[in-house]
């Protein structure tokens, strides 16, 4: 075998993923067609969820000075993010490129293998490894490999090759998105409804503006290339009055609405993530910031398989998680585009629904809904409001010194949260250490309502709480063979 996972694409799919499984050991190669990278941003800034994410990696010092925020809109609807209790902010402006550049940095530090102008040809899936022709500097090769996930976006040769069923429905609109140099407009962060369409405006680092224009009516076109910037100021020009024809453009494209998902995310040794997955309207951003999530389910999961310590029908959880939260987002994403870029028969929805969010229960739905902190897995009955969720951020203690959740999260392992210093939950739990971490803490603040008389927490690598005492029906033992595989 040339590597135990082979990878294709280096966005930011593809390079987290490479990043979880080098933390487990596993040793990935990553091919991506492009020699180097673009520099083009389609993203800007990540979730709440993400942020929490890479603070459980480590990663976010990385980032440096990051610019964060509580406000964010669905559908155009302003929406306040800080009703999100005991939440991250989430980040804005950090465009999609820097992003790209710490993750591969940091999978590189850990050993990744990434291998960059080398286009995936074709797939031959075998009875126990997968063989991949590429085209390299050298020209045509196989590798072959035990895994193959396919991290290479919406026109994923991965899906196409494997097979994929992949419905949904064609885009019906084209929009244009356009970073400018030497144009002085206005900030219109959430976007503004016109009686043409829809602009938004946001600055980003360096002096460059972002622009996004939708033009009703506009059909989408077959292109081989990005669009004239003639085609993006013209636009631009009959929707707002304004003439943008003297900017110098850094980056043009043009996109769609076409919403799709794959029916199944693994097919035998082939598994999909990221936009290979599902595409849909870019609304609020959370395409990059679920393929991310994606990649740390994943992760974790063909790493314990691929060693041998987890059956491989865990890798059946990673569709039976997955699936619906790339579901939920194409439904999120679908009605946001509704009630912002049809015409004025939407307004009355949009009248109605800023007259809901005022609503404290209604902006906390719709806020979580965005932002990826609604999400809850199937680990099993209880009554404890954590089980399935994610782990909030939570201060602890530990021998008399400060520690986190998070920080207990960087080495990508189960933790086992030992609240009430219990010696059989030490005990029970013997068999596992291999794969967990047993720490006994205590919160340093007073525990927030969710983890009241909470004695015991097991997290899982990806940060979510698959068993909590008091409150789940099912033994801890059954919890951590359930997620961890056999004791041993």
């Known amino acids: 075998m040339d590597a135990s996972v082979i990878v294709a ?49 480590g990663l976010l010092a990385r980032f440096g000075e990051v610019e964060t925020s509580n406000q964010g809109h669905f559908g155009g609807v302003p929406v306040d993010f800080a009703v999100l209790e005991g939440a991250h902010q989430a980040a804005k402006s950090v465009p999609q490129s820097a992003t790209e550049a710490v993750l591969e940095a940091w999978a590189a530090d850990l050993g990744a293998d990434i291998r960059r102008d080398h286009e995936l040809l074709g797939i031959a899936e075998k009875d126990d490894a997968v063989e991949i022709t590429v085209r390299g500097p050298q020209g045509e ?76 009516g506009t059909p989408p076109r077959r292109r081989t290339g990005p669009p004239a910037f003639s085609e993006v100021s013209d636009a631009w020009q009959r929707l707002t009055g304004t003439d943008i024809s003297h900017a110098e453009p850094v980056w043009v494209s043009a996109f769609g609405d076409a919403t799709r998902q794959v ?89 109605v629904l800023g007259e809901l969010v005022a609503y404290p229960e209604v902006a906390r739905h719709l806020a979580a809904m965005v932002s990826g902190l609604e999400i809850r897995y199937d680990v099993g009955t209880g009554s404890h409001p954590l089980l399935g969720m994610r782990m909030p951020p939570l201060a602890l203690t530990r021998k008399g010194r400060a520690t986190s959740t998070a920080q207990l999260l960087h080495p990508a392992r189960g933790l086992l949260l030992d609240l009430a210093d219990n010696a059989e939950l030490r005990r029970r739990s013997a068999g596992w250490t291999d794969r967990i971490d047993l720490v006994t803490a205590v919160p340093a603040d007073p525990a927030p309502g969710s983890l009241a008389g909470t004695t015991a927490l097991l ?30």
Not at 34 to 54: C, H, K, Y
Not at 287 to 309: C, E, P
Not at 459 to 485: I, K, N, T
Request: glycine fraction near 14%.
């Open 9 to 57: 694409g280096a966005g930011p799919a593809g390079l987290m993923l490479a990043g979880e499984l080098r933390l487990a050991g596993v040793d990935v190669i990553v091919v991506e067609r492009l020699p180097r990278r673009t520099g083009e941003s389609r993203g800007l800034g990540f979730t709440a969820r993400t942020m929490e994410v890479f603070d459980q990696r």
């Open 263 to 351: 029916t199944q995310y693994r097919r035998g040794r082939v598994l999909l993530a990221g936009d290979a997955a599902h595409i849909h309207l870019p609304a609020g951003g959370q395409g990059m910031n679920a393929s991310i999530q994606d990649s740390v389910n994943l992760g974790w999961k063909l790493a314990a398989v691929q060693r041998g310590t987890a059956p491989e029908t865990l890798l059946d959880t990673y569709h039976g998680e997955r699936h619906p939260v790339g579901s939920r987002l194409l439904l999120n994403t679908r009605a946001q585009g509704m009630l912002f870029l049809r015409g004025e028969e939407m307004q009355p929805l949009r009248d």
């Open 141 to 216: 090769h196989l590798l072959r490999t035990e895994w193959l996930v396919g991290c290479d976006g919406g026109r994923s040769t991965v899906r196409k090759a494997a097979g994929f069923d992949f419905p949904g429905t064609a885009a019906t609109m084209e929009m244009y998105l356009a970073d400018l140099r030497g144009v002085d407009l206005a900030p219109r962060m959430i976007g503004e409804t016109l009686p043409g369409g829809m602009v938004m405006v946001g600055p980003l680092p360096g002096g460059v503006t972002r622009i996004i224009v939708c033009e009703r």
């Open 459 to 488: 997290v899982r690598p990806d940060g979510y709480v698959a068993w909590a005492a008091p409150g789940s029906h099912h033994d801890l033992p059954m919890a951590l063979e359930r997620w961890f595989g056999p004791a041993r």
